[in-house]
């Protein structure tokens, strides 16, 4: 029998959730998407210190700020990552423009254009934007210049029904943050089928399924490969490289959970969500609300590391 991560890639687009290119090429994903705390990683690696490189001397030779040399090292990894994968590549939007619409376009524009300069395709790229009412809105401006988007922290169905109506090419619900909230709040334990994270994106995936909804549901943020085996079906999966190794040393028969037609049958009621009904159903879900939140600042902190350690090298490279 084939293994289980070969089972999954039959009936769910694979995506790996890394910067290391030796992870991607070992486990043959369809896609691939970072974030700051992976580029992070990757930089600090020897394997790619060639990029770490371009993009030190790009910045000195420009007089780029920091922002933009990160900008520039967040590219070059996308597009030697869009070398490995047949599919898409994610970059995200600095953290710290959550909350600034014109922010979060104009960067994600910059993005586009410097992969468009190294002749990877719009097509091949998605933007991801934090799934705030502001982010929701910057999606909605790129996604009408054919700027796909992938909405990130995303932890409940209002954001994903409020991305959706924005046209989001593609959501991240984030199955093990949710459980680590529900995990810390009650003290309890939880199996694959009462996961809360689980359960949350079977309901988005129902919802999107019911309503002809064409954006796609990508689960992220798994703490287990028994999460993993409980989305099997969904429209992607993205997976670190430790769970993707879990599961192709993994045999026996993985049963598909997640079907479009059986699915739509368990959805919820229709809604259509202005600002004011968004942030009212996002401050009603307190587990929502702190994650969302938190996930910002932690993406920002590593964001700010990452420009600490890119000033640092350009400092070092002006004083040569």
Not at 74 to 89: D, H, S, T, Y
Not at 111 to 123: G, K, M, Q, T
Not at 200 to 216: D, F, L, P, Q, W
Request: charged content about 25%; overall charge negative.
């Amino acid at each position: 029998m084939s293994s289980k991560l070969d089972q999954l890639k039959s009936m769910t687009t694979i995506v790996a959730d890394t910067g290391d290119m030796a992870s991607i090429g070992a486990f043959k994903p369809t896609d691939c998407t970072t974030n700051p705390t992976l580029i992070l990683k990757a930089a600090q690696m020897d394997a790619y210190k060639h990029l770490v490189d371009e993009a030190i001397e790009w910045g000195r030779s420009h007089h780029a700020v920091t922002s933009q040399v990160t900008d520039r090292l967040a590219v070059n990894f996308g597009a030697e990552l869009a070398k490995i994968v047949p599919g898409r590549v994610s970059t995200e939007v600095d953290a710290d423009l959550s909350f600034d619409v014109e922010g979060m376009v104009s960067k994600g524009r910059a993005i586009i254009a410097d992969y468009e300069s190294r002749s990877v395709a719009r097509s091949r790229v998605l933007i991801k934007l934090a799934t705030t009412w502001e982010g929701i809105r910057a999606c909605e401006i790129l996604q009408r210049e054919g700027i796909d988007c992938n909405m990130t922290l995303l932890f409940g169905l209002p954001q994903a029904i409020a991305a959706a109506e924005a046209g989001a090419f593609l959501i991240s619900p984030f199955v093990g943050r949710i459980l680590d909230w529900h995990v810390k709040a009650s003290g309890k334990t939880f199996g694959p089928e009462e996961d809360p994270g689980v359960l949350s994106v079977r309901n988005i995936y129902a919802y999107y399924k019911a309503y002809g909804i064409e954006t796609v549901v990508m689960g992220a943020s798994f703490r287990s490969m028994g999460e993993i085996e409980a989305l099997a079906g969904c429209d992607r999966l993205t997976i670190a490289p430790a769970l993707l190794d879990e599961l192709a040393k993994s045999e026996g028969a993985l049963v598909r959970k997640l079907d479009p037609a059986q699915a739509a049958k368990l959805a919820p009621a229709k809604m259509s969500l202005d600002e004011k009904t968004f942030r009212f159903l996002l401050n009603e879900d307190a587990m929502a609300t702190e994650k969302l939140a938190e996930g910002i600042r932690l993406f920002t902190k590593d964001l700010r590391a990452l420009r600490e350690m890119v000033a640092g090298l350009l400092e070092n490279s002006a004083a040569r």
